[in-house]
């Protein structure tokens, strides 16, 4: 565990280095839980936007884009339920005044007994060495079924109080805290507060007049822009169910925990599908959108075991199937995106708060009803996670040397192609510039010509460009150049009308369009 976190601080620091991620306003120290995109992370980002985004509304007849505005009505919040229970439960340590996610202290309490369960294994495997039987061990060692059994004792009481008739159990949730002893990190105490509900939506004024403002929020989520779009894109677009819109745009919630980079954030990014259908099919549109939302991630080829669903218990009260896609990232599985069967609750609480009469009429059997919705929502900057932490490899070469590289999917890469002159004169430049200047108009193409050719190859390696070109005296004389390969490192040599037709396929986005089909 504790090397996988060495591992995830030098992701972060790569990042930074690398022109990915910057801190916002990094000038000032930084904004909490805020990041800005450099010249790679944007390129890199704007790559799987377009992924979801062609998969989406490419691929199929049935679903269209909207762009809706991050402010909207405030009764939209209303409606949605996030005025009265978009809440985190919070708890206050008194000796440092720091301020804590209740449920998430619990979580790290659980994960607490997780990593003690596998640090008694590891150390079992070594002192058994090839005659561990690790299956045999974790069912049978006494040490790690007492762990498993207060980690499970501590999971059912923690879903209770989660999952209470009413809504969380906040006095439950305290007496949690007291009774498994949680410390706080900073002053070391148990001198906790009650724990308390603090709404994550963050506020502002529209209207400049005293008596002409309102009070009215940074949205959460961009699916309510979809729900409040659903007649004027039925409509005007003459959609007939099943039809889906996509979106893909800027949130906002006040975490309280923001941490692990850009895991969770205050401001980012989601791509978000509302799937209108009739109601009495969901669950097979659920499954469909299960394994076609799985499908997406693993045409990326990061291996199936990297990925797993995590169906819901106890679902919100609206909501009749939900399950997480989680990824393997350095600190655990974790949750990339969500699929839920929603009901019809998001259109019929619009239509009781607007007066508007939001149905469907259906040719097919002449009647009106209004569509439930499965949902497909992905966090963008978790995916950009899920990509680098993937991608990222400190890789120990036959010479004994070193190199960082990211095996980034070509089809993300934020540059597909760098091209080198060998040396700073004979009219190799101008060569290099030439060979640009006619591949720029299909692929991201990067000119390079400072420090020998190994040290340009590494910062390439760096940025997970998946092809370098050099251009040297052969070049002028048979237009030939020597391509090397990012993950073979292999080099040949090829003409330089051959370089498009080699790389473009492999570099588009419709490589991995077409392994969905
Ligand atoms: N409309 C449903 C919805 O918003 P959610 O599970 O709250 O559901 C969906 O969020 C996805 O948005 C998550 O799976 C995650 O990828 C991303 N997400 C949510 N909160 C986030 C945060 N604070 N920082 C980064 N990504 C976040």
């Not at 590891?122 to 005659?131: D, G, I, S, Y």
Request: glycine residues 6%; proline residues 3%; aromatic residues 12%.
């Amino acid at each position: 565990m504790a090397q996988q976190e060495e591992v995830f601080k030098k992701i972060v620091s790569h990042c930074k280095e690398y022109g990915f991620v910057f801190p916002s306003s990094d000038i000032y120290d930084g904004l909490g839980a805020v990041y800005d995109y450099g010249q790679n992370g944007v390129e890199l980002k704007n790559n799987i936007k377009q992924y979801w985004w062609q998969s989406m509304v490419l691929l199929h007849q049935n679903i269209v884009g909207i762009d809706a505005a991050i402010f909207m009505h405030p009764t939209t919040w209303k409606a949605s339920g996030h005025v009265d229970a978009f809440n985190d439960p919070l708890i206050d340590n008194r000796d440092s005044k720091k301020r804590y996610r209740a449920d998430v202290l619990i979580e790290d309490q659980i994960a607490k007994y997780d990593d003690k369960i596998e640090k008694e294994v590891e150390k079992a495997r070594k002192r058994f060495k090839e005659n561990f039987d690790e299956a045999q061990y974790r069912a049978t060692s006494p040490k790690v079924l007492e762990t498993i059994e207060k980690r499970d004792a501590l999971h059912r009481r923690f879903q209770e109080v989660m999952n209470a008739e009413g809504g969380i159990d906040l006095t439950g949730m305290k007496q949690i805290i007291l009774d498994e002893e949680i410390v706080c990190p900073i002053s070391g105490t148990r001198n906790w507060t009650d724990v308390r509900q603090f709404n994550l939506m963050f506020k502002t004024e529209m209207g400049a007049s005293a008596d002409g403002t309102s009070t009215i929020y940074l949205r959460p989520e961009t699916a309510q822009g979809i729900f409040v779009n659903y007649l004027n894109v039925q409509k005007t677009g003459r959609m007939k169910l099943p039809f889906g819109i996509a979106q893909i745009g800027k949130a906002f919630r006040n975490e309280i925990v923001a941490r692990q980079f850009i895991f969770r954030m205050r401001e980012f990014e989601q791509m978000e599908m509302q799937f209108f259908i009739k109601p009495g099919t969901e669950l097979d549109w659920f499954a469909k959108w299960k394994e076609t939302r799985m499908a997406w991630h693993q045409a990326l080829g990061f291996g199936a075991e990297n990925y797993r669903f995590h169906d819901h218990d106890k679902l919100a009260h609206y909501a009749n199937a939900a399950t997480d896609i989680e990824f393997h990232m350095p600190f655990g599985f974790k949750e990339v995106e969500g699929i839920h069967s929603r009901t019809n609750f998001d259109l019929s609480q619009h239509a009781k708060f607007s007066g508007k009469k939001i149905e469907y009429f259906d040719p097919d059997t002449n009647e009106s009803y209004t569509p439930y919705v499965i949902e497909t929502s992905i966090g963008v900057d978790r995916m950009f996670l899920s990509v680098m932490c993937h991608s990222y490899e400190e890789q120990q070469l036959p010479d004994g040397q070193t190199r960082t590289v990211l095996h980034l999917p070509a089809a993300l890469a934020p540059v597909k192609l760098a091209v080198f002159p060998l040396t700073k004169k004979d009219g190799l430049p101008e060569k290099a510039q030439e060979i640009i200047n006619d591949l720029r108009f299909h692929f991201n193409c990067k000119y390079e010509e400072k420090d020998q050719i190994g040290k340009r190859y590494r910062r390439m390696d760096a940025i997970g460009c998946p092809y370098c070109v050099t251009v040297d005296q052969q070049t002028l004389e048979d237009n030939t150049v020597t391509l090397r390969d990012r993950d073979t490192m292999e080099q040949r040599r090829v003409n330089i009308s051959d370089l498009r037709s080699i790389i473009e396929d492999e570099v588009s986005i419709t490589s991995l369009l077409k392994k969905l089909l």
